[in-house]
């Protein structure tokens, strides 16, 4: 089982949709949780990151973790054709003086006008 | 807006032959990262410079790869020789000293290997 399971889609929604993005992961160490967008044939952009449990909204991005169930998601409103990436959550933990980032597979989004 | 530079954007090469990325990070960052991404994957670390000094190389293939940021600024990634198992994006990645715990990390655009 790797740490970071990730659906690859792709998932295709029309123009305005809610999108609801997410990861599960099996080490409870992990502190930080961030969601980054990847454009074709670019490097990865990070979006937001969230520290431990809780929400975290960026304009019509809304992240949420619950290290409860070990699963966090993030959530898209009013989607844009612009909006249409591939979607990569990452999770750090530190230790020993230095921290490892883990990258899921990656979510590719396509947003129908 | 500064960027991190990486070049070449795309090399083909034949197995066997040695391959050079070369990368730019960000004024200012200490920290520099060498990623690779396979098609259809998330980025799977390859080496962390603090510096000049390597802080992780612990998935880098050493028989074949070797990196340096010799004046802890710009950095190579060398593959010799490459295998058809090489084909990926490499990218570089650079942060201010402490933020990549957060995944403040600031990518190229990559450099796209393939490998016939």
């Known amino acids: 089982q790797k740490e970071v399971e990730q659906d690859p889609g792709p998932l295709s929604v029309p123009e305005g949709a809610i999108v609801s993005l997410n990861c599960t992961y099996s080490n409870s160490a992990f502190q930080y949780f961030m969601w980054y967008r990847q454009y074709s044939r670019k490097g990865p952009e990070l979006l937001m990151y969230?520290?431990?449990?809780g929400n975290k909204e960026d304009g019509r991005f809304t992240a949420q973790v619950d290290k409860s169930s070990k699963y966090i998601s993030l959530f898209i409103r009013d989607s844009q054709p612009s909006d249409s990436a591939t979607y990569l959550c990452?999770?750090?933990?530190?230790?020993?003086?230095?921290?490892?980032?883990?990258f899921g597979k990656g979510t590719k989004l396509s947003v129908i006008p | 807006e500064a960027e991190v530079a990486q070049s070449p954007r795309y090399k083909i090469t034949e197995k066997s032959q040695a391959v050079a990325f070369w990368c730019d990070p960000i004024?200012?960052?200490?920290?520099l990262y060498w990623y690779r991404q396979i098609l259809g994957q998330g980025p799977e670390l390859l080496v962390q410079f603090q510096d000049e000094s390597v802080v992780d190389d612990s998935q880098l293939p050493k028989d074949r790869f070797s990196a340096e940021r010799l004046k802890g600024v710009d950095s190579t990634l060398k593959i010799q020789p490459a295998e058809l198992g090489d084909s990926a994006m490499y990218l570089c990645?650079?942060?201010?000293?402490?933020?990549?715990?957060?995944?403040?990390?600031?990518f190229g655009e990559g450099s796209r290997l393939t490998v016939l």
């Open positions: 004024s200012g960052h200490a920290t």
């Open positions: 969230t520290y431990s449990s």
């Open positions: 990452a999770m750090s933990v530190s230790g020993a003086g230095s921290y490892q980032l883990t």
């Open positions: 990645a650079s942060s201010l000293s402490g933020q990549g715990i957060t995944g403040e990390l600031f």
